[in-house]
């Protein structure tokens, strides 16, 4: 074979300009676009991340204590290693003005924050004038959303807990508040020394410090967390540093980014069809060519590979588009991005975002060329010059799919190791094969119900109907290429609607049938008596949970560092809610192991969430060192018992045996039921009695954890969207490459007698019949996609969701309706006989 010989082929094919690829060169420019353009967009925000660390965090470093302040060695570190050293305590509460209540997230803070950036204020004044406060009450301020709710304006007074305070002025921009994490209130500032006389820094009141380290320029960042663990890991300290400086924005960045590229996958792989799809149409308008080389003594492999120098060439050309596109998007629309986004970023061209786009978009055009590509080598020199349809379908040689295996294996592979997700790109990887398979074998039923619905007696007189049936089903028929290409693309939109309104249905209507009316935190042991007493009798109130309530921080497994042991398990990631037990209640299953006797007094023992236990590899017997108000307790797991979080009621990973925490000052949590048009009686009851205890109103926490999954799930819906837009492109494709067949057709019908609207019914009907199969199959492979998620990952019941199904199935329907009738004025407005003539 001639390398020479097959470039010189190639060049002199691509003399004839663009046409007939514009559909390849489209579907690959729109996937690769993008990729890249998800790529970039979490890489601005990364960048954006890294960049403003220090401001996110509130300084270089940060030290979190849970329950207590810093010890004096401890503060004594902080103040040798640091230049400035800021204190701040965070904690929920109940803001009061008269007979209205709003949780708020309160901050403590003292005279050096912020140690980074700068806080503002409506109207404009400095932060220290704002905590002055004024006619002898301690100043705050707080976000907008809760001073409305409350009536609050600059000047009007409020309550937390037993102290009072002026408002001083509106909360619009924190420096730091993404570094604070997701809150379930709104956030209201306030100096810590203001709280001395508000009854809530009780001890076992659930808070927390944070101190805030301005190291020196230059300072080893490294070095010191390693110091300061080494020396106060043991006492509870949890470090974290302007290396990464918002982990739980930057860990959901990380994730729906991966999630999203996932999704330009799947668009990828329906331009994957589109290419297949246009390089088979072109290979067909090249017989000719390709005879005269066969019979010029071309040997298949030199046709073979001029062939595929030249898809290559458009592939290149296409990938370069896409690159371009997906690179420059970001920074078109930086500024409105920016606006949009809680956190900064830095949009510019970012070399790893493209590259990866890159090797996704050259992987599946090889992928999805190389069997059309095959089919040149088996198509005898001898039928080329015959006025033939081409073969039918067929496996191409072994070699064809063994190098086709070893592409797929790449794409996967890359996919889960540049996703960062490995686990859930090959768990998407299945999807999209599982769904082509499903979508090419219900082309495949589509076409054979087709033919045998075109026979039916009962259609005798409904012509174009039968004639819409009989081409569906009849050979050379678009229907696998409209299937795959439109169907896939409407499968992810499927999914995306079902798995939403599932969850926002177990969300919004099935959790508050089950979840209680509040959550009350930060009760006293002395004020549990009264406080049981005061909500038992109330006749609205259907029932009280309580449970003692202790903070902990599960640092070793097994004598090894908790990570090390069980990787990045939320478990271990922070602080987790710890109670302790004598025996089991009623609503306790233990499913393993046994329960320590009512008087046990021997070394520590603690029961584990069977689930979490499973996930982080746990068995009976293994040690849990768990450290509770900078005490060490290392626990002998005993049993393990069922934890169900659905519900929304009171629920501990972990549960401890008494005398291991005996002594150790904590408070008590309680949930009340209670029926919805008395929940507003019930809180101003307990907040005017109890004031310094917290009642977060489970319905208000159901509603910020909704708008969380309203904008994933348009982000999504977005990149669903893309995948659209690209299996629209296949489908217009599609119906340019029939154009030349339908004109025939309309040439035959007009010879025997059908009318201009009879053959114009006949293309509309037929691809009304596409559209609709696709939708159908969409609703199928979609709703399977959606029951898995909502049964195996959310673990919740499943409904089918049909609203959204009859708009997948009318999108699919007026999607092919609109394409096959933009190619149908052509056929037409032909004269037959020009037509057939032409065919003699």
């Given at each position: 074979?001639?390398f020479?010989?097959?470039?010189?082929i190639?060049?002199?094919e691509?003399r004839g300009?663009?046409?007939?690829?514009?559909?390849?060169l489209?579907?690959l420019?729109?996937g690769?676009?993008?990729?890249?353009?998800?790529?970039?967009?979490?890489a601005?925000?990364?960048?954006?991340?890294?960049?403003?660390g220090?401001?996110?965090?509130?300084?270089?470093?940060?030290?979190t204590?849970t329950?207590r302040?810093a010890?004096p060695?401890?503060?004594?570190?902080?103040?040798?290693?640091?230049?400035r050293?800021s204190?701040?305590?965070?904690?929920?509460?109940?803001a009061?003005?008269g007979?209205e209540r709003g949780?708020?997230?309160?901050?403590g803070i003292d005279?050096?924050?912020?140690l980074?950036?700068k806080?503002?204020?409506?109207p404009?004044?400095?932060?220290?004038?704002?905590?002055?406060g004024?006619?002898?009450?301690?100043?705050?301020?707080?976000e907008r959303?809760?001073?409305?709710r409350?009536?609050?304006s600059?000047?009007a007074?409020?309550?937390?807990?037993t102290?009072?305070?002026?408002l001083?002025a509106?909360?619009?921009?924190?420096?730091d508040?993404?570094?604070?994490?997701?809150?379930?209130?709104?956030?209201?500032?306030?100096?810590?020394?203001?709280?001395?006389?508000?009854s809530?820094?009780e001890?076992?009141t659930l808070?927390e410090t944070?101190?805030?380290l301005?190291?020196?320029?230059g300072a080893?960042l490294?070095?010191?967390?390693g110091?300061?663990?080494?020396?106060?890991?043991d006492?509870?300290?949890?470090w974290?540093?302007?290396r990464?400086?918002?982990?739980g924005?930057?860990?959901?960045?990380?994730?729906?980014g991966a999630?999203l590229v996932?999704?330009?996958l799947?668009?990828l792989?329906?331009?994957?069809?589109?290419v297949?799809a246009?390089v088979?149409a072109?290979?067909e308008?090249k017989r000719?060519?390709i005879?005269?080389l066969?019979?010029?003594g071309?040997?298949?492999r030199?046709i073979?590979?001029?062939y595929?120098?030249?898809?290559?060439?458009?592939a290149?050309?296409g990938?370069?588009?896409g690159?371009?596109l997906?690179?420059?998007?970001?920074?078109l629309f930086a500024?409105v991005?920016?606006?949009?986004l809680p956190?900064p970023?830095?949009?510019r061209?970012?070399?790893?975002?493209?590259?990866?786009?890159?090797?996704?978009?050259?992987?599946?055009?090889l992928?999805f060329?190389?069997?059309p590509?095959?089919?040149?080598e088996?198509?005898?020199?001898a039928?080329?010059?015959?006025d033939?349809?081409?073969?039918?379908?067929?496996?191409?040689?072994?070699?064809?799919v063994?190098?086709?295996?070893?592409?797929l294996a790449?794409?996967?592979?890359?996919?889960?190791?540049?996703s960062?997700?490995?686990?859930?790109?090959?768990y998407?990887?299945a999807?999209?094969?599982?769904s082509?398979?499903?979508?090419?074998?219900?082309a495949?039923?589509i076409?054979?119900?087709?033919?045998?619905?075109a026979?039916?007696p009962?259609?005798?007189?409904?012509?174009?109907l039968?004639l819409?049936l009989?081409?569906?089903?009849?050979p050379?028929?678009e229907?696998t290429?409209?299937?795959?290409s439109?169907?896939?693309?409407?499968t992810?939109?499927?999914?995306v609607?079902?798995?939403?309104?599932?969850?926002?249905s177990?969300?919004?209507?099935d959790?508050?049938?089950?979840a209680?009316?509040?959550?009350?935190?930060?009760?006293q042991?002395g004020?549990?008596?009264?406080f049981l007493?005061r909500?038992e009798n109330?006749?609205?109130?259907?029932?009280?949970?309580t449970?003692p309530m202790l903070?902990?921080?599960?640092?070793?497994i097994n004598?090894?560092?908790a990570?090390?042991a069980?990787?990045?398990?939320?478990?271990?990631?922070?602080?987790?809610?710890?109670?302790?037990?004598?025996?089991?209640?009623?609503?306790?299953?233990v499913?393993?192991?046994?329960?320590?006797p009512e008087?046990?007094s021997?070394?520590?023992?603690v029961?584990?969430?069977?689930?979490?236990a499973?996930?982080?590899g746990?068995?009976?017997g293994?040690?849990?060192?768990?450290?509770?108000?900078?005490r060490?307790i290392?626990?002998?797991?005993?049993?393990?018992r069922?934890?169900?979080f659905?519900?929304?009621g009171i629920?501990f990973?972990?549960t401890?045996?008494?005398?291991?925490v005996?002594?150790?000052?904590?408070?008590h949590?309680?949930t009340?039921?209670a029926?919805?048009?008395?929940?507003?009686?019930i809180?101003?009851?307990?907040?005017?009695t109890?004031?310094?205890?917290t009642?977060?109103?489970?319905?208000?926490a159901?509603d910020?954890?909704?708008e969380?999954l309203?904008g994933?799930?348009a982000?999504?819906?977005?990149g669903?969207?893309?995948t659209?837009?690209?299996?629209?492109?296949?489908?217009?494709?599609a119906?340019a490459?029939?154009?030349?067949?339908r004109?025939f057709?309309?040439a035959?019908?007009?010879t025997?007698g059908?009318t201009?609207?009879?053959?114009l019914?006949?293309?509309?009907?037929?691809?009304a019949?596409?559209?609709?199969a696709?939708g159908?199959?969409?609703?199928?492979?979609?709703?399977?996609?959606g029951w898995?998620v909502?049964?195996?990952?959310?673990e919740?019941?499943?409904?089918f969701?049909?609203?959204?199904a009859?708009?997948i199935?009318t999108g699919?329907?007026?999607a092919?309706l609109?394409?096959?009738?933009?190619?149908?004025?052509?056929p037409l407005?032909t004269?037959?006989?020009?037509?057939?003539r032409?065919?003699?």
């Open positions: 074979m001639s020479a010989n097959a470039l010189r190639a060049r002199r691509l300009g663009l046409r007939g690829f514009w559909v390849l489209a579907c420019a729109l690769v676009a993008a990729i890249a353009a998800v790529g970039s967009v979490r601005g925000i990364e960048a954006g991340l890294a960049r403003e220090s401001v996110l965090l509130g300084g270089d470093a940060e030290m204590f329950y302040y010890l060695e401890e503060r004594a570190w902080m103040e040798e290693n640091a230049e050293v204190e701040i305590v965070d904690f929920r509460s109940m009061v003005v007979e949780l708020t997230q309160v901050k005279d050096a924050y912020p980074y950036g806080v503002v204020l409506e404009d004044m400095t932060l220290q004038a704002a905590m002055d004024q006619d002898g009450l301690p100043g705050a301020v707080m959303v809760l001073a409305d409350l009536g609050l600059p000047g007074q409020f309550r937390l807990g102290q009072d305070f002026v001083s509106v909360l619009a921009q924190e420096p508040n993404a570094g604070d994490g997701f809150g379930l209130g709104p956030r209201t500032l306030l100096r810590t020394e203001a709280l001395a006389n508000s809530l820094l001890p076992g808070f944070r101190y805030r301005q190291f020196p320029e080893d490294h070095v010191l967390k110091a300061a663990e080494g020396q106060f890991r006492e509870g300290l949890r974290r540093d302007s990464n400086g918002a982990p924005v930057a860990r959901f960045v990380e994730r729906l999630f996932l999704v330009g799947a668009g792989a329906v331009g994957g069809v589109g297949s246009a088979r072109y290979l308008g000719e060519v005879a005269t066969k019979t010029l071309a040997e298949s030199t073979l590979a001029a595929l120098f030249q898809i290559g060439a458009l290149v050309l990938i370069a588009i690159l371009l997906g690179g420059l998007l970001p920074l500024p991005i920016e606006a949009r956190v970023a830095e949009f061209l970012y070399p790893g975002p493209l590259a990866e786009a890159a090797l996704y978009g050259a992987l599946t055009a992928l060329t190389l069997w590509l095959a089919r040149t088996e198509i005898r020199a039928t080329l010059f015959r033939v349809v081409s073969s039918r379908f067929g496996l191409p040689g072994p070699r064809y063994i190098v086709t295996l070893l592409l790449a794409l996967v592979g890359a996919s889960a190791s540049l960062g997700v490995p686990e859930l790109a090959l998407a990887a999807g999209v094969a599982g082509l398979l499903l979508l090419v074998l219900a495949l039923g076409r054979a119900l087709a033919r045998r619905a026979r039916m009962l259609l005798r007189g409904w012509t174009p039968r819409a009989g081409a569906v089903g009849g050379g028929t229907a290429s409209v299937v795959l439109l169907g896939l693309g409407l992810v939109l499927a999914s609607g079902q798995i939403d309104s599932n969850l926002r177990a969300i919004a209507r959790l508050p049938e089950v209680p009316s509040y959550f009350v935190v930060d009760i042991p004020q549990l008596d009264g007493e909500v109330d006749p609205a109130v259907s029932r009280v949970d449970a903070r902990g921080i599960v640092t070793r004598g090894l560092p990570r090390e069980v990787g990045e398990h939320w478990v271990i990631r922070g602080d987790r809610g710890v109670t302790y037990a004598a025996q089991p209640d009623a609503r306790t299953t499913i393993a192991g046994e329960w320590w008087d046990y021997g070394p520590p023992q029961s584990f969430a069977a689930e979490e499973e996930e982080m746990l068995k009976l293994d040690e849990m060192t768990i450290n509770i108000l900078g060490d290392t626990a002998t797991i005993t049993s393990f069922e934890v169900d659905s519900t929304a629920g990973v972990l401890i045996n008494p005398a291991a005996a002594g150790a000052p904590h408070s949590i309680a009340i039921y029926a919805p048009e008395a929940e507003a009686a809180l101003r009851d307990l907040a005017k109890y004031p310094n205890i009642a977060i109103r489970v319905r208000d159901i910020r954890v909704s969380v309203a994933i799930a982000a999504i819906t977005y669903a969207a893309a659209l837009v690209t299996g629209v492109v296949v489908l217009i494709g119906a490459a029939g154009e030349r067949a004109v057709e309309a035959v019908l007009k025997v059908a201009r609207w009879q053959v019914s006949y293309f509309a009907i037929r691809s019949l596409l559209g609709a696709a159908s199959v969409a609703i199928l492979c979609g709703g399977l996609s898995a909502i049964t195996f990952v959310m919740t019941d499943f409904a969701e049909p609203i959204s009859l708009a199935v699919g329907v007026l092919t609109l394409a096959g009738l933009g190619f149908a004025w052509r407005a004269r037959p006989a020009r037509v057939l032409a065919r003699e």
